[in-house]
């Protein structure tokens, strides 16, 4: 049997069911031995574990009520993605074992609903947590990842931890979230997207009035036909007409805005907008 190192030396033993429960020191070498015995588990998910050895190398990984079961025989029920992540980080974190699961009840595990971001700021007292957690998490891709490559895989996957840091980090994105609601609501434009775009061009240029964009962009009233607002107003209004039939995601979104706010802040007039594939996401004007 694999020996682990007790942290809580107060082991349960559940019985009658026989279980053990503790919390214990999961090395990387340890964890090569458990996942030996892993037969007839579900296929590892490698992003997940890329999510997990991440937030393991950053020392976010905390202690939780979800750990590593292990049956009579010895053989691995539940913890797989856990063990492997100890593997790929090289790090040593504590764990709840348990030992002795019934194979029978292997049916039932994980699929309880998993913690959200939003569900994770809700419990801190944040508000409109579904935009608020998707804005934030555009914000930090669009500056950490190169400006051509695309928002899948597990570099654009962020832990509950690294949302709740973002959101210490940038604590006026609520009301970018805010003001993002009318112009999603008038235009089409995904409102977190458009809520990152904003926050983007406010940290560009803080000292400018942006009270002239937003009202142009939501009435379209008295403007040229190639000013910038305009044109912006027509890319979504004509997207939106055509129900979706080209679909665009919050990526595209972004540029368009960006681009647009671009050329309304260098006072150029535009004939129309485009993100072409393969185009890099561009960078809101500094002022």
Known sequence: MIELQLIDHDETDLEPDGFASSIQLVTPEVAVEILKQNEGNRKLDRATV????GAMKRNEWRLSHQGIAIDQEGELLDGQHRLAAVVKSGKTVPMLVVRGVDRNSFSIVDTGKRRSASDSLRTIGAADVIHLAAALRYVHL????????????????????????????????????????????????????????????????????????????????????????????????????????????????????????????RGEKRQGLAFRKGESLPKPIEI
């Open 50 to 53: 890329e999510i997990y050895a």
């Open 142 to 265: 669009c500056d950490t990842l190169p400006g051509d490559a695309a928002w899948s895989g597990h570099r654009a996957r962020l832990t509950n931890d690294q949302i709740l840091e973002l959101h210490e980090k940038h604590p006026r994105m609520i009301e970018c979230v805010r003001r993002a609601r009318p112009v999603a609501g008038t235009i089409g434009i995904i409102a977190s997207a458009c809520a990152s775009a904003i926050y983007l061009t406010r940290r560009s240029a803080p000292e400018l009035d942006q009270e002239d964009w937003f009202n142009g962009v939501i009435t379209g009233a008295n403007l040229d036909e190639g000013d910038p607002r305009l044109r912006l107003r027509a890319f979504f209004l004509n997207a939106r007409a055509q129900n979706g039939r080209r679909r665009m995601d919050a990526r595209e979104h972004i540029a368009v805005y960006l681009k647009a706010w671009n050329g309304w802040v």
